[in-house]
């Protein structure tokens, strides 16, 4: 069912259907080229699919930022004479069908580097084909398709170093990789829409807690390519070393723009390079290749995604599921979550994470030690709480986020570390602004636990598994 209403499509002229997913822009957006460059009218769908993205239904924050993406996405649309179709639904049964209602005869689509939306892509292109539609799927999530990047035995990387040490050699050497591509023209005058389609589809809840992230996000392609390029004008030169201090606005935030694709993460890529080609200052050019090597971490985790498709429930080191022994606690659970823990530093990040929808790189780190290592609670607990409240949650992301801090996952360190979280608020807070700037002159409650000890006794779980094992 079309969100707002009875769907009312009177030219029976052949059309291109774009089917947007988290590929919220309209520049460098291949298949919306590929739509425009057929001719046809074309049309936009955006389809919300409770059915594949079960169980990790988008969380609160997440729903917030989507909302408002696509009310931008809506309008940059309507300017270029496409109005955006809003469903809610299968899209093995909706896109089919709104095809047949538009008369598509071509239906293009970047596809999602995610094992379950891969699923219905094969399901949705056998059908469509069948049905007589051209179909065209294009590679725009992630700067190379994501197993394009193999060691010369033809093996998958399981180490991020030499992952992105290949990838960066595939990216420079081909430049067509690296192609940027314009808004298309319109071919047809502005169309009317309406932002209360938008608000049919009920991705806000009712309750009003999400007025707050107005004061921190400004959703949309505009907003994240002005951010993209304040980030690389005025922040990028220190990021290397500013990026660890959480009081700092020392990192770029785009990246729940680059979970949605209002932001290709190609641009990204692509504008850090041409800056590192040109600003000769060393300092600056060990912040652009840093800064890359995280774009790196974002492709490397879908990489690991499509490889290890259970990873978002399962840790990828089978002992941490049958040999090591989680704590149950719900009680520390909660106060985590609601930054009461005693921990400055940690219930700083926690209070960040609930009134901003989200939370700086290194807090995070440190945050998701404390829950699995001092509290000894299994990082899936973690990994939900951030998907609940993140507006970047990101399947992929996440879930290496988690795994690696908990030690189970791919590229783990070679030892278990435990964050303290007391020394790294001297290193990384040394005068506490961030610390107070979310906690204000709250009194600390004595800690929930003691971090020597707690440390001490996860070092010793962990002995233990070895032996064990
Ligand atoms: C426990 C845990 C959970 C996390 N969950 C998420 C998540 O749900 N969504 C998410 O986007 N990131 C996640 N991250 C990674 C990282 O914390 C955020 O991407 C980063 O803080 C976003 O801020 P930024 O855009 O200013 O990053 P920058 O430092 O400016 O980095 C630029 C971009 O690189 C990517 N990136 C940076 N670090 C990582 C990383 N470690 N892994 C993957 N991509 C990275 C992001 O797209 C980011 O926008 C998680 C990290 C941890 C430790």
């Given at each position: 069912m079309h969100a707002a209403g009875k769907l009312v499509v009177t030219d029976k002229s052949p059309a291109s259907?774009?089917?947007?997913?988290?590929?919220?822009?309209?520049?460098?957006?291949?298949?919306?080229?590929?739509?425009?460059?057929?001719?046809?009218r074309?049309?936009?769908?955006?389809?919300?699919?409770?059915?594949?993205?079960?169980?990790?239904?988008?969380?609160?924050?997440?729903?917030?930022?989507?909302?408002?993406?696509l009310v931008s996405l809506q309008a940059s649309l309507a300017r270029i004479g496409i109005r955006l179709y809003l469903f809610k639904?299968?899209?093995?049964?909706?896109?089919?069908?709104?095809?047949?209602?538009?008369?598509?005869?071509?239906?293009?689509?970047?596809?999602?580097?995610?094992?379950?939306?891969?699923q219905v892509d094969r399901k949705l292109e056998a059908g469509l084909k069948k049905s007589g539609c051209e179909v065209e799927v294009f590679h725009d999530d992630t700067l190379l398709p994501p197993m394009a990047v193999q060691k010369q035995d033809g093996s998958h990387y399981k180490v991020f170093t030499p992952f992105w040490k290949r990838s960066r050699e595939l990216l420079l050497n081909t430049d067509s990789k690296l192609s940027l591509r314009d808004?298309?023209?319109?071919?047809?005058?502005?169309?009317?829409?309406?932002?209360?389609d938008v608000s049919a589809l009920e991705l806000l809840d009712d309750h009003s807690w999400h007025d707050k992230l107005h004061d921190y996000w400004q959703p949309g392609e505009a907003a994240a390519n002005a951010r993209m390029e304040y980030f690389l004008s005025d922040i990028?030169?220190?990021?290397?070393?500013?990026?660890?201090?959480p009081a700092e606005d020392g990192t770029s935030r785009l990246s729940a723009a680059l979970h949605f694709g209002e932001l290709s993460v190609t641009r990204a890529f692509a504008r850090s390079q041409e800056i590192l080609q040109t600003d000769s200052k060393k300092a600056c050019k060990d912040s652009l290749l840093r800064f890359q090597s995280e774009l790196g971490w974002r492709e490397f985790a879908r990489y690991t995604l499509m490889q290890h498709p259970r990873s978002t429930d399962t840790s990828l080191d089978s002992r941490f599921e049958t040999d090591w022994v989680w704590q149950q606690g719900t009680d520390l659970l909660s106060k985590w979550q609601h930054g009461e823990t005693g921990i400055p530093l940690v219930d700083a990040g926690?209070?960040?994470?609930?009134?901003?929808?989200?939370?700086?790189?290194?807090?995070?780190?440190?945050?998701?030690?404390?829950?699995?290592?001092?509290?000894g609670i299994h990082w899936i607990h973690g990994a939900r709480w951030f998907w609940d409240t993140l507006v970047d949650a990101d399947l992929a992301s996440n879930t290496l986020g988690w795994q690696w801090v908990a030690g189970c996952g791919t590229d783990?360190?070679?030892?278990?570390?435990?964050?303290?979280?007391?020394?790294?608020?001297?290193k990384f807070d040394p005068n506490s602004t961030y610390v107070k700037r979310w906690l204000g002159d709250e009194v600390n409650e004595k800690p929930i636990v003691d971090v020597k000890k707690s440390r001490v006794d996860a070092l010793a779980r962990y002995q233990a598994m070895r032996d064990a094992t």
């Open positions: 259907v774009v089917w947007f997913r988290r590929d919220m822009r309209l520049l460098d957006n291949q298949a919306l080229c590929a739509a425009m460059a057929t001719g046809y074309v049309h936009a769908i955006y389809i919300v699919d409770e059915l594949t993205a079960a169980p990790w239904l988008p969380g609160g924050a997440s729903r917030w930022y989507l909302h408002h993406s639904g299968d899209p093995v049964e909706i896109l089919p069908r709104f095809t047949r209602e538009v008369s598509g005869v071509h239906v293009v689509w970047n596809y999602l580097a995610e094992p379950s939306q891969l808004i298309p023209r319109a071919q047809v005058k502005p169309v009317a829409f309406d932002p209360a990028v030169a220190d990021y290397s070393v500013m990026r660890d201090v926690m209070r960040q994470l609930w009134q901003t929808g989200w939370m700086h790189n290194r807090v995070r780190m440190i945050c998701a030690s404390f829950l699995t290592k001092n509290l783990a360190a070679p030892y278990y570390r435990v964050f303290n979280p007391l020394l790294q608020a001297g």
